[in-house]
């Protein structure tokens, strides 16, 4: 059973820091491209950040570039997000999932599996 569980998401002042963490399970986590994206209260869904199974590729939205990191740890089966400078337009509910391929540009419809998600609020 594939299970994606985010976690470390919480209240933030602008400017802050958080490291948000996707715990997977049910598959070899090493061969999947790994993504976060986001989606804040009525506004679409948008691609954040995204890295290759193998972690030497990765790839930002435009919003968060130099800001945020994505890395993985492919023995702990786990994926995270950095997030450094926040700023109040990052407040979302911050999902991962899973992808077969590295497509760019990132499409949600590549993923198969996603998490149920972790809330990050950034006051001003």
């Known amino acids: 059973q594939v299970q994606l569980v985010e976690s470390g998401g919480g209240l933030v002042q602008a400017g802050g820091s958080l490291r948000l963490s996707c715990l997977t399970s049910?598959?070899?986590?090493?061969?999947?491209?790994m993504g976060w994206f986001r989606q804040a209260p009525g506004k679409e869904r948008e691609f954040v950040a995204l890295?290759?199974?193998?972690?030497?590729?990765?790839f930002y939205a435009n919003s968060v570039k130099g800001r945020f990191t994505i890395s993985r740890h492919n023995a702990k089966n786990t994926a995270y997000l950095q997030m450094n400078a926040l700023k109040t337009e990052d407040t979302a509910v911050y999902y991962c999932?899973?992808?077969?391929?590295?497509?760019?540009?990132?499409?949600?419809?590549?993923?198969?599996?996603w998490g149920q998600g972790t809330q990050v609020t950034v006051s001003s």
């Open positions: 049910g598959f070899t986590f090493s061969t999947y491209t």
């Open positions: 890295i290759g199974a193998s972690g030497g590729s990765t």
């Open positions: 999932a899973r992808s077969r391929v590295y497509g760019l540009p990132p499409r949600g419809a590549d993923y198969d599996y």
